[in-house]
C-alpha cells in the first residue's frame, strides 16, 4: 500500500516517515511490506489508509502540474472523512493520524467487548431492507448502517440476527447477502464505548473552521458549518449510519461535475458508477495513475 508512489516521490516518501514518528510503530513497513492479516486489522488498517491517501494528496500538492487541481468540496466515507478534512485543510496531519489511531484502537476495544457484526446486503432498496431487519431482529440489535449505494445496504448489529438477515435476504430478492470481515458492529451502539474515547481525544484537538472548501458530513449529507460541528459529527459516525448514498446526491444537486477518488483502492469510484453512471470520477490510486493525472486535467476544469 503506497510503496510504488513513495519510491518514486519524496513527499510521499515524507509522508509515511512523519506517521512513524507520529504514532510510534513502523507503519511504513507494514504498508508497504505487510503482512496483510496484520495490515487489515482494525488498529492498523486505518492509520495506513489515511497516511497512504494523504502521501497522494501531498504528491499532488507538490508537483506543478498536479498542484492546479484545488477542490470546492471534500467528502469521505467514515474513515475517509478524516482525509476530507486534510484536503480541505481544516485539520492537521499530525493531528489527523492520532485521530485515526485513536479512533481504530478503540473501535477495536469495542468490538472485542461486544458481539457484533456485519452483512452487506445487495439487491435490496432501503424499504426492503428496512422489512428484512424487522424480520431478522427477533429483539436484538440490527440496523442498516452504510447506505452507499441503490442496491448496496450494510446491515450491523448483533451475530445472531446479521446471520438470520443474511439468511433471509433471498426470499426478499436480494441478489446476495454477504457477511464482512470486521471486527464488529461499527456505526451502531456497540461503539458507544468507541464514541466516548474519541470524544475526549477532539476535546484536544485543533480544528479549523470551514471557510473555503466545504466538507460534507456523513451523518446527515449536510456541510459542516462550524469546528464544533465537525467533531460533532466525528463522534455521531462511529454510532450512526453513514449516508454515502445522499451525500453524493447532494454534490450532484449542487453543481458538481468532476469528482476525484484519493486513497487506495476504487470503492468510491464504484459506488457512484450505482449513484450516478453519467458522473465522471477520477481515480487516484496507485503511482499510474498520478503520472496519467497530468493528462487527465488538460481541458478539465481545475476545480
Known sequence: ??????????????????????????????????PADELNTTTISQPAIFTTSAAILEVLSADPATSV?????AAGLSLGEYTA?????????????????????????????TDGAMVSIIGLDEEKTARLCAEAREGELLEPVNLNCPGQIVLSGAKAPCRRAQELAPEYGAIAA?????????????????????????????IAEPADIRTIANINAEYYQTAHAIAQGLVEQLTRPILWQRCM?????????????????RVLTGLMRRINRKTKVVNISNLQAINELPGVLSGVPRH
Not at 69 to 73: A, G, S, V, Y
Open 178 to 206: 454477504v457477511a464482512l470481515k470486521v471486527a464488529g458492529a461499527f456505526h451502531t451502539e456497540m461503539m458507544s464505548a468507541a464514541a466516548q474515547t474519541l470524544e475526549q481525544a477532539l476535546s484536544d484537538c485543533d
Open 249 to 265: 446526491e447532494r454534490l450532484l444537486a449542487d453543481g458538481v461535475e468532476n469528482f476525484y477518488e484519493i486513497g487506495p483502492g
Open 69 to 73: 487541481l484545488k477542490p470546492d468540496i
Open 85 to 113: 478534512l486534510y484536503a480541505a485543510s481544516l485539520i492537521s496531519f499530525e493531528e489527523a493520524l492520532t485521530l485515526v489511531h485513536k479512533r481504530g484502537q478503540a473501535m477495536q476495544a469495542a468490538a472485542d467487548a
Open 1 to 34: 500500500m503506497g510503496a510504488d508512489i513513495a519510491r518514486e516521490f519524496p513527499a510521499a516518501a515524507e509522508t509515511f516517515e512523519k506517521a512513524n514518528d507520529i504514532i510510534g510503530f513502523d507503519l511504513t513497513r507494514l504498508c508497504f511490506e505487510g
